[in-house]
């Protein structure tokens, strides 16, 4: 994924900060409100440890998602994203963009000459995001429209293998349950339109808009590997199988392995 000096410079002023809306967490975990002692020590930690890896998250990305194998499962996603070249981005998934936001998940994105290299079994895990740039369903809030276009260039060849963990879009107020793979939306119909009409009135955008202004991106040709969902491969971790006691370890493995 190479980067065009006009794309840096994008990527440049999306680091400096931009003036999005705020979007806030819709469930609330349980739990006591935070101690005088607890606030204490998070203002110290703020002051005194270095948090480099969270500073290189330094671009936000708005998008929608949903479960491989059950489509009517979708969420809106706030990815908080950073380059750790020019081939690989790894983003934390939040279910808004304040200080009341749920992490989520987690999402990587790789350039489309990576994502050749990997084997096909490897690449049904990944989501392609032709549809969701040239859709205008994939947003960065704040930015200046040209400076927008530019990283959707950037981002529209790209691949991502995403997992969520807190299954907030259904209403968990705890990370119960296990992990599930997510996929990006391939076509029109698909999104439930509510979920796009909430975030455009949120966010104060128009995405109707934002897929006029992108009818110049090329969408490049899909790997056939990639939303393997489309052709009824479907992955999906399972929750764990009860093991009798009285079994030995190796009996175990090998009945863990039937």
Not at 20 to 29: G, I, K, L, N
Not at 230 to 244: C, D, L, N, T
Request: net charge negative; hydrophobic share 40%; glycine share 8%.
């Amino acid at each position: 994924m190479k980067v065009s000096q006009h794309a840096a410079v994008a990527v440049a002023i999306f680091a400096l900060g931009a003036c999005e809306r705020d979007s806030p967490s819709r469930v609330r975990a349980p739990g006591a409100d935070e101690s005088g002692k607890t606030k204490a020590l998070e203002a110290g930690a703020e002051l005194l440890q270095q948090k480099a890896p969270l500073r290189a998250l330094n671009a936000y990305l708005n998008g929608f998602h949903f479960e491989n194998g059950d489509m009517g499962s979708q969420m809106e996603a706030h990815h908080f994203c950073g380059h750790i070249n020019q081939d690989v981005i790894q983003c934390v998934l939040f279910d808004g963009n304040d200080d009341s936001a749920k992490l989520v998940g987690i999402e990587y994105i790789i350039s489309a000459t990576l994502f050749a290299s990997l084997p096909a079994e490897e690449k049904h895990l990944w989501h392609s995001h032709v549809h969701e740039v040239k859709s205008g369903q994939l947003i960065a809030p704040g930015i200046p429209l040209i400076a927008e276009h530019e990283l959707m260039e950037q981002i529209v060849g790209t691949y991502g293998k995403t997992w969520h963990i807190w299954h907030t879009g259904k209403g968990d107020a705890l990370p119960v349950g296990v992990p599930a793979l997510m996929m990006g939306f391939t076509r029109d119909g698909q999104l439930d339109e509510r979920l796009l009409s909430d975030r455009d009135t949120r966010l104060e955008v128009r995405s109707n808009e934002i897929r006029a202004q992108r009818a110049d991106i090329v969408g490049p040709v899909i790997d056939t590997d990639a939303d393997a969902w489309e052709k009824g491969i479907v992955m999906q971790m399972q929750p764990a199988r009860q093991v009798p006691s009285a079994a030995t370890p190796a009996e175990a493995t090998g009945r863990a392995r039937q």
